[in-house]
């Protein structure tokens, strides 16, 4: 596609409940990246994928977070057992290689999925 | 640990003027740095990005300033305009990472027409 597509765009969920949140990257894009976004907040790294693999999964806050990458495509975050503070804009970006590669080769992000929790 | 943080954490300039948004950061080993625009309800959009080998760099109507010696990283914008209105971050490869990275707080900046 054109860029980065999250869907949904907006979940709001009770406590306890389980949630998926998809992430399309740009076709050909390699690297995966998801990032979560608290409100008035920077970006808080928490996976990232090089093609199907995870290497660095040591931003994942807790074993109720885990994410999925198959084809080298879409990427799938589960958050199990919702509670509040996992309330947040999650984010999804995609490059063609890790970052050091190229100046070119910078993150495009999507527009993020904004979980609430209540 | 990594630190990237940001002076201001929000700054407002009339329409026209130029704008300076600081950056610092603390892993002196971080070799790449990029700034990024996030508008209102969408993903941070890439701006501009520098490598620890250079001090400046040129973009259409910004400039990125790095200085090692200090830590610190500067985003000029110039001739600001209202659609420049957003939260702007900054951003480190972790120590050197070759694929992570690292982001500080963000800084509003609002263009006052």
């Known amino acids: 596609g054109a860029g980065v597509s999250q869907s949904p765009s907006n979940k709001v969920t009770e406590k306890g409940k389980d949630v998926e949140l998809r992430c399309d990257p740009i076709?050909?894009?390699?690297?995966l990246y998801w990032y979560r976004q608290r409100l008035g907040q920077g970006l808080e790294f928490l996976i990232y994928f090089q093609g199907n693999s995870a290497p660095d999964k040591s931003g994942l806050p807790s074993d109720r977070f885990s994410a999925e990458r198959t084809g080298e495509s879409v990427s799938t975050l589960t958050i199990q057992r919702t509670q509040q503070e996992d309330s947040a804009v999650y984010l999804c970006?995609?490059?063609?290689?890790?970052?050091?590669?190229?100046?070119?080769?910078?993150?495009?992000f999507g527009a993020g999925s904004r979980l609430t929790v209540l | 640990g990594e630190n990237v943080g940001l002076h201001l954490p929000t700054l407002s300039v009339q329409e026209g003027d130029n704008s300076i948004i600081n950056c610092a950061y603390s892993n002196s080993a971080s070799d790449y740095f990029i700034w990024y625009k996030q508008e209102s309800g969408k993903g941070p959009q890439f701006i501009i990005d520098i490598r620890s080998n250079m001090d400046k760099r040129q973009g259409q109507r910004v400039t990125v300033l790095l200085n090692k010696t200090v830590k610190h990283l500067s985003l000029q914008i110039a001739a600001t305009q209202p659609g420049d209105s957003a939260v702007y971050f900054c951003?480190?490869?972790?120590?050197?990472?070759?694929?992570?990275?690292?982001f500080g707080k963000g800084t509003l900046l609002t263009v006052n027409p």
């Open positions: 076709s050909g894009h390699t690297a």
């Open positions: 951003a480190e490869n972790s120590g050197g990472s070759n694929y992570k990275l690292t």
């Open positions: 970006a995609s490059s063609l290689a890790p970052i050091w590669d190229s100046g070119a080769n910078v993150l495009t």
